[in-house]
T-cell receptor, first 117, second 108 residues
Framework: DAGVIQSPRHEVTEMGQEVTLRCKPISGHNSLFWYRQTMMRGLELLIYFNNNVPIDDSGMPEDRFSAKMPNASFSTLKIQPSEPRDSAVYFC???????????????FGPGTRLTVL | GQNIDQPTEMTATEGAIVQINCTYQTSGFNGLFWYQQHAGEAPTFLSYNVLDGLEEKGRFSSFLSRSKGYSYLLLKELQMKDSASYLCAYTNAGKSTFGDGTTLTVKP
């Protein structure tokens, strides 16, 4: 398996522009997670999906952020409009959750390094 | 991370043993995970504990005490390549909350 795939790997954009990050989870996994990592705030969960349904989006910073998972093999995280404080590494991770309360090892993608000027 | 604490930095010598501690507070708990993250790379899974006690996995072991909200990661026979950040995370209802990570530097 190729693992979790993210694109682009690097993105540099100007403030106010729309940014779309993409993720393909590991085939057969039923849970997908979007994280943001910065030096100041560490690794933060933004949103997670189970069976393509958003379960917890309490970590989404504000309305400028939105995430979708139209099918089991694809998810997007969109920022519109982007701001300099959104600069971070955004990781997508997937796992196979057997039951809602079971522990789940997560497999991380390589991340997208976003710079907003 | 929120309600989960670990030391910011540690230094150890090649060939030695190092213990990285993690404490957490949460009302719901399904497991405690340890991940390794090298600079510029993604976190990778190392070990997890669901029940109290020690889980051994080669040079790495992890311990959990649920009553104390405490875990540690033990790294034996340290190698230079073990220099990395080590993240602990607790899971609750499918969601993981990560600590800020402990940056371990292994010196010759």
């Amino acid at each position: 398996d190729a693992g979790v795939i993210q694109s682009p790997r690097h993105e540099v954009t100007e403030m106010g522009q729309e940014v779309t990050l993409r993720c393909k989870p590991i085939s057969g996994h039923n849970s997908l997670f979007w994280y943001r990592q910065t030096m100041m705030r560490g690794l933060e969960l933004l949103i997670y999906f189970n069976n393509n349904v958003p379960i917890d989006d309490s970590g989404m910073p504000e309305d400028r952020f939105s995430a979708k998972m139209p099918n089991a093999s694809f998810s997007t995280l969109k920022i519109q409009p982007s701001e300099p404080r959104d600069s971070a590494v955004y990781f997508c991770a997937s796992s196979f959750l057997i039951a809602h309360l079971s522990p789940n090892e997560q497999f991380f993608g390589p991340g997208t390094r976003l710079t907003v000027l | 991370g929120q309600n989960i604490d670990q030391p910011t930095e540690m230094t150890a010598t090649e060939g030695a043993i190092v213990q990285i501690n993690c404490t957490y507070q949460t009302s719901g708990f399904n497991g405690l995970f340890w991940y390794q993250q090298h600079a510029g790379e993604a976190p990778t899974f190392l070990s997890y504990n669901v029940l109290d006690g020690l889980e051994e996995k080669g040079r790495f072991s992890s311990f959990l005490s649920r009553s104390k909200g405490y875990s540690y990661l033990l790294l034996k026979e340290l190698q230079m390549k073990d220099s990395a950040s080590y993240l602990c995370a607790y899971t609750n209802a499918g969601k993981s909350t990560f600590g800020d990570g402990t940056t371990l530097t292994v010196k010759p």
